[in-house]
């Protein structure tokens, strides 16, 4: 009997100490070193005391992930995925979201990279970190951040654009899809950045690339605006009187600004372009593609909230 009460003890205490472990790891912060070396240990690199890379493994780690390992760890902290996705999550099952983001390629790709041995597990995981990651959008692309820095005189606080992604046409062919960007079928998304800050600050789709910028911006965009505010864009939009185009200012130095406004806008859509799933999407599922494509926008937005920031530009265009 003494032995009996010996081993249940010892049992007992085994499973409080198992059960402390779990909850102290289901809280745990995920900081960018450990995400460095989960990151090594994915691709066969040896693991360091330092999250600092060479060369080599710079090229590697853009290659494979598209991020930094600061933005990696911050994103994880913020899905608490052990809490908000399952009790057998990982950081590996975030690094292979990433890597489906970024490499885009086939499914023997992706298991190779990341050393998954089964498809049904690889994306099972992608996509339940996938739809997290987007729940993450209102708390990170924030349209009210367009105040942000204002100076309370210019009256357009934002400049916008649409950014067009191939896609295999779904169902039968039709003009629907069709994009003059690339002459094929493709999808469109509406994308608005901060004048003052470049964050980005809304994003919308996908559409079909042949509803027109315009159209876009007049059935959602356009009725977030206050009376009198406007926005910068391309020529793409003339004829709407609350966005202003190149051509529409009251001097030189007003038509340079705009444009260096335009320039980092295209920027930011290249920041999203480093992603192969915003560059072309081999399916014809566009609504799954939507979930994608707002995950690589909340990364790149994340990216900027912690200085990974593109150059400022100057601006004091006057409409009065």
């Known amino acids: 009997q003494a032995g009996r009460r010996s081993r249940t003890a010892v049992s007992v205490s085994y499973v409080s100490l198992k ?26 690199m040896p693991t360091k005391d330092t999250e600092v890379c060479t060369d080599a493994e710079k090229r590697m780690f853009r290659a494979t992930l598209g ?24 950081p590996k099952h975030l690094l292979w979201t990433f890597v489906f983001l970024k490499v885009n390629k086939t499914e023997p790709v992706h298991l190779k990279i990341t050393g998954c041995k089964s498809r049904d597990t690889f994306r099972q995981w992608v996509n339940r970190f996938a739809l997290a990651i987007e729940l993450l959008e209102q708390d990170i692309i924030i349209l009210s951040n367009r105040f942000k820095d204002w100076d309370g005189s210019t009256r357009c606080l934002m400049c916008i654009d649409g950014t067009d992604v191939p896609i295999h046409e779904p169902g039968n062919r039709s003009s629907l899809w069709w994009s003059h960007k690339f002459n094929g079928p493709g999808i469109r998304y509406e994308v608005a950045t901060c004048i003052r800050t470049g964050d980005i ?49 009251q001097n030189r130095t007003a038509l340079k600004q705009k444009s260096q406004v335009r320039g980092r806008h295209e920027n930011v859509n290249g920041r999203l372009k480093v992603f192969g799933v915003m560059q072309r999407w081999n399916n014809s599922n566009t609504a799954k593609h939507g979930v994608f494509a707002r995950c690589v926008a909340i990364i790149v937005q994340l990216s900027f909230s912690l200085g990974e920031t593109l150059y400022d530009v100057e601006y004091e265009v006057n409409y009065d």
């Open 19 to 44: 059960t402390e472990h779990s909850q102290l790891f289901a809280t745990m912060k995920l900081t960018p070193l450990q995400c460095a070396n989960c990151a090594r240990k994915m691709l066969n």
């Open 201 to 249: 600050v809304w994003f919308r789709g996908p559409f079909p690339c042949n509803m027109s910028d315009r159209d876009i911006f007049d059935l959602f965009l356009a009725t977030k605006l206050f009376p009198g505010e406007g926005v910068e864009a391309d020529s793409g939009y003339s004829g709407r009187p609350q966005i202003f185009t190149p051509g529409v200012a």
């Open 67 to 90: 991020v930094s390992f600061p933005t990696a760890s911050e994103l994880w902290n913020r899905l608490d995925p052990k809490n908000k996705i399952s009790d057998r999550a990982e």
